[in-house]
């Protein structure tokens, strides 16, 4: 497992999988180890996958600063494991709430990126966020699944802030609720580092008019990928977000929710590769 130091002295891990050509990978959550994201719909068949462990998640050291956790606060880790792993120019995938972080780290960092993917993406970065009712109506799509009539009602009273969060309506958050989905939702609590989660979106994390002008300088070319079924964030909602980025594209899996990798692989892996594999010419990063 390699490791490197970040520029406040915290130890952080990072995983390798696959052949190829490497695609480096941020994990959402928020703060989640880097475990949950598999060989990513079978990525690693076709490329070398770098899955970050962020600070105080999985393999990586926990920071002696808690404040550290706060996204704007990791930029500088991303662009130091780049330099670690000795990429001049780099692809980048990012899920969830690591979209937050890696669209911080093309507005200051544009020239490094190659491609940027984000996967069914957190646009908070852009002064975006999924609302109640994106949720519910997305929710509203799966009244013909067997859990629906119990789930339903626990998950609208946990977005009005009048419940906990309740494993009734983890359903809603994968496109099939099978026994490879449930296993997946059964690790996510030991692998979330839920103080560090907290402070992920905290006060000051973004300025999203700064972050919107900055993007201007971005020349790589963006995929936003959306679930059908998903509702943070839903497919309208994807494609507003794409929109603040020069030279981006939106996909919208069909059947998909917030996993799409698990939900249909064959489709993720068709449709992420063609993105990964079109011809980079005008994509190539301007010089330093």
């Known amino acids: ?60 050291a926990v920071p002696a600063d808690p404040a550290t956790y706060r996204c704007d606060r990791m930029v500088e880790d991303v662009e130091v494991w780049r330099a670690h792993m000795g990429l001049e120019h780099m692809d980048l995938l990012a899920h969830s709430a690591g979209a937050a972080l890696a669209t911080l780290y093309a507005a200051r960092y544009p020239h490094r990126l190659r491609r940027l993917l984000l996967i069914t993406p957190n646009p908070s970065a852009l002064g975006m966020r999924a609302t109640p009712e994106d949720r519910l109506a997305a929710a509203g799509l799966r009244t013909r699944e067997p859990w629906f009539e119990d789930a339903f009602p626990a998950f609208r009273a946990w977005l009005a802030g009048d419940a906990d969060f309740d494993d009734v309506f983890l359903p809603f958050f994968y496109g099939r609720w099978d026994d490879t989905a449930r296993a997946h939702s059964d690790a996510e609590p030991e692998q979330t580092n839920e103080e560090a989660g907290e402070r992920y979106f905290a006060d000051g994390a973004f300025a999203p008019d700064a972050t919107r002008a900055a993007l201007a300088a971005l020349t790589a070319p963006v995929l936003v990928y959306a679930g059908e079924l ?8 994807a494609r507003r977000a794409a929109r603040a980025f020069p030279n981006a594209e939106t996909a919208v899996q069909p059947g998909a929710g917030h996993y799409p990798w698990l939900d249909d692989p064959e489709f993720f892996l068709r449709r992420t590769r063609a993105f990964l594999d079109r011809s980079a010419r005008s994509a190539l990063p301007t010089a330093d």
Do not use: N
């Not at 490791?3 to 050509?21: N, S, V």
């Not at 998903?230 to 909602?237: I, K, Q, S, T, V």
């Open 1 to 60: 497992m390699p490791t490197f130091i970040a520029a406040d002295g915290t130890r952080l891990a990072y995983h390798l999988r696959g052949e190829g050509e490497t695609l480096a990978v941020l994990p959402g959550g928020p703060m989640r180890a880097s475990a949950y994201l598999g060989d990513l719909g079978g990525l690693t068949a076709h490329r070398r996958l770098a899955l970050l462990d962020l600070r105080g998640t999985g393999d990586s």
């Open 230 to 237: 998903d509702g943070g964030p839903r497919p309208d909602l």
